[in-house]
């Protein structure tokens, strides 16, 4: 006889089996390492990362003056520098938009009026539809 017989399948057939049940399980393995991570980093860690996600948001850029001040003959400022500040705000993106037009109404002793006007632009680009900063 050439090789074997019935025996030999036998136990070709339970090693093959053994080999399918091993790799079976290691795939059953990552497969529930991956889901419980991706678990983990979902539900256990939500606030770290939205923490850092809107941390992410706020860009502060502090540009250096480009010339210095141009005097005349005379020496009257002709052209100078100007410390310029602008504050955008996203109506949608704010949590308590009153509270938050509070704070910087104290912040920046702005008026009523203005805070009414500001008031006022949101409304009106709220009816519009458009997305324009404030």
Known sequence: MLGGGIGSNVRKSK??????????????????GIIGRLFYLQVEQNKKYLTLSDKNRIRENKLPPIRGEFKDYFGRTIAGNLDVYELHVIPEQVEDFRLLITRVKQILNLSDKSVDKIYKTKKKTKTMGNNNYI
């Open 15 to 32: 090693l093959i089996n053994r080999r399918m049940f091993l790799a079976s399980t290691a795939k059953a393995v990552v497969f529930f």
